[in-house]
């Protein structure tokens, strides 16, 4: 049993069930291993929960981090990056939110991560500026608020996923297409034509 393995079934019980109803038994049973197995790479199930929160948000920076890297067009690298990052918060039950709140450990984890996002956004802003698509000086972290509070907003409620990416997306183009130069105004355009 590879520890990788290990915190990619974690990652996914926790996605589903949340910290409170997750299982080492349930787990080490959908892997067919043992639970002295599962204990060999962690002392605690708590251990195992924050680790494995930590992984899925280390593997969403680097999933949304590739996307801006391997996207030659700055804004539209921004724009799916940050989509990406939305598509993932909305596969995420409403109560693994809660749950996470609730664990000092993972409010921590997830704080260092949201930190490396936010690192991140500044640095495609940087990009989408200087190649022109947005006008340069802005205050990116006001930009990356809005889209949070925008985010938030969509989120509450019951609504179904590709209604909530819907409305985030044309929100998103909102927020841009009010800061973006004439070159950025007719790239949004065209990211509108091929939407989501």
Request: contains cysteine; charged residues 25%.
């Amino acid at each position: 049993m590879k520890k990788e393995k290990l915190l990619d079934a974690a990652a996914a019980s926790l996605m589903e069930k949340g910290l409170r109803r997750f299982s080492v038994d349930e787990l080490s049973r959908n892997l067919h291993v043992s639970k002295k197995t599962v204990y060999e790479f962690f002392d605690s199930k708590k251990s195992l929960m924050e680790s494995a929160v930590e992984h899925m948000l280390c593997k969403l920076a680097s999933d949304v981090e590739s996307i801006a890297v391997n996207e030659p067009n700055a804004l539209r690298g921004l724009v799916y990056s940050i989509m990406a990052g939305v598509r993932f918060f909305c596969m995420m039950p409403q109560h693994t939110y809660s749950d996470m709140r609730e664990c000092a450990g993972c409010n921590e984890i997830v704080g260092k991560a949201a930190q490396r996002v936010e690192e991140l956004f500044s640095r495609y802003m940087e990009r989408a500026a200087d190649d022109g698509y947005i006008e340069k000086g802005l205050n990116y972290e006001m930009v990356g608020n809005v889209i949070k509070a925008q985010f938030t907003a969509q989120y509450v409620g019951d609504y179904d996923m590709n209604a909530i990416l819907e409305r985030i997306f044309n929100i998103l183009i909102t927020i841009f297409y009010g800061i973006a130069t004439s070159k950025g105004k007719a790239e949004l355009e065209n990211i509108l034509i091929k939407g989501l």
